[in-house]
Nanobody
Framework: QVQLVESGGGLVQPGGSLGLSCTAS????????MGWYRQAPGKQRELVAT???????NYADSVKGRFTISRDNAKNLVYLQMNSLKPQDTAVYYC??????????????WGQGTLVTVSS
């Protein structure tokens, strides 16, 4: 069984910063892509940022220049640094990973989500 556990959500004022962490645990051989998605109330889940095992990052246009995704492969951890936050960034943020697990099988795993609220 493979699990993703997120931490770091909370309430922040517009213009502020927040960091989200996500750690994968379980019977893992390797993890290829990891990423963050978000879902605002009444909206569909959308991609925020992804990062490959080699560290190549991809961002949604709405967060480019404000958010930075990084990972620590040794710790099976992905991190999202969010700066210059806007009220429209308010959403539940979900961690995602493509995992090669033991026994051998490929899994797409999701975290439980962490709420980020940007409000004054």
């Amino acid at each position: 069984q493979v699990q993703l556990v997120e931490s770091g959500g909370g309430l922040v004022q517009p213009g502020g910063s927040l960091g989200l962490s996500c750690t994968a645990s379980g019977s893992i051989f390797s993890i290829s892509a990891m990423g963050w998605y978000r879902q605002a109330p009444g909206k569909q889940r959308e991609l925020v940022a992804t990062i490959t095992g080699n560290g190549v990052a991809n961002y949604a246009d709405s967060v480019k220049g404000r958010f930075t995704i990084s990972r620590d492969n040794a710790k099976n951890l992905v991190y999202l640094q969010m700066n210059s936050l806007k009220p429209q960034d308010t959403a539940v943020y979900y961690c995602n990973a493509d995992v090669l697990a033991d026994p051998i099988r490929y899994l797409e795993v999701w975290g439980q989500g962490t709420l980020v609220t940007v409000s004054s």
